[in-house]
């Protein structure tokens, strides 16, 4: 059971240039998240998805776009990468019992650098 | 909008000792859950915390839920070296929104 996968686990990115993050999970989950953490900070959500199709800004969702085409996976999209976008980058997904969200399962994190 | 505010920031601790984190929110949350990250790792789910005042024990991890489920409270009692780590509480339903963390810091 693979849980959720993110790739690239690195990446270097020039400014100006764009790249898809990666994600997708095997455990049929609606709730899909993308987060960003800075170094020695907190998980900033950027944007969340409740079901295929459906997708919301989180809290710092400028620069980035995200779509939910399938249930499975939910790629990320950097437009202009700026060095404010040096972070890593953690995709996770949760699923529902008794009408709220139930543990969120995590990826390994895309360690990305724009220079 | 919602937030979910997290102290201490930091917390140095000598093996043995207790140690608390809080998690205030400015609204009332659904549920409360509670992850810990180690250094370079991915937050690994802890506990799930649902009804108002709720109590929940793992072995030396006490978890508590406020009366009015906007604030909660991670414990650990005798603190390991094993327990070092980034503690998260995160709120909000499917828009889950978590604090910034205390990072916990043991010395042997």
């Known amino acids: 059971n693979a849980g959720v996968t993110q790739t690239p686990k690195f990446r270097i990115l020039k400014i100006g240039q764009s790249m898809t993050l990666q994600c997708t999970q095997d455990?049929?989950?609606?709730?899909m998240y993308w987060y960003r953490q800075d170094p020695g900070m907190g998980l900033k959500l950027i944007y969340y998805?409740?079901?295929?199709?459906?997708?919301d800004k989180g809290e710092v969702p400028n620069g980035y776009n995200v779509s939910r085409s399938t249930t499975e996976d939910f790629p990320l999209r950097l437009e202009l990468a700026a060095p404010s976008q040096t972070s890593v980058y953690f995709c996770?997904?949760?699923?529902?019992?008794?009408?709220?969200?139930?543990?969120?399962?995590f990826g390994q994190g895309t360690r990305l650098t724009v220079v | 909008g919602q937030q979910v505010m997290q102290i201490p920031q930091y917390q140095h601790v000598q093996e043995g000792e207790d140690f608390t984190t809080y998690c205030n929110s400015s609204?009332?949350?659904?549920?409360i859950q509670w992850y810990k990250q180690r250094p370079g790792g991915h937050p690994v789910f802890l506990i799930q915390?649902?009804?108002?005042?709720e109590v929940k024990k793992q072995k030396r991890l006490t978890f508590q839920f406020g009366e009015a489920k906007k604030n909660s409270s991670l414990h650990i009692t005798a603190t390991q070296t094993t327990d070092v780590g980034t503690y998260f509480c995160?709120?909000?339903?499917?828009?889950?929104?978590f604090g910034a963390g205390t990072r916990l810091f043991v010395k042997a």
């Open positions: 996770a997904s949760s699923g529902t019992g008794r009408g709220v969200n139930t543990e969120a399962f």
């Open positions: 455990m049929n989950h609606n709730y």
């Open positions: 998805s409740v079901g295929a199709g459906i997708t």
């Open positions: 609204t009332t949350l659904s549920n």
């Open positions: 915390l649902v009804k108002s005042g």
């Open positions: 995160a709120g909000g339903g499917f828009k889950t929104i």
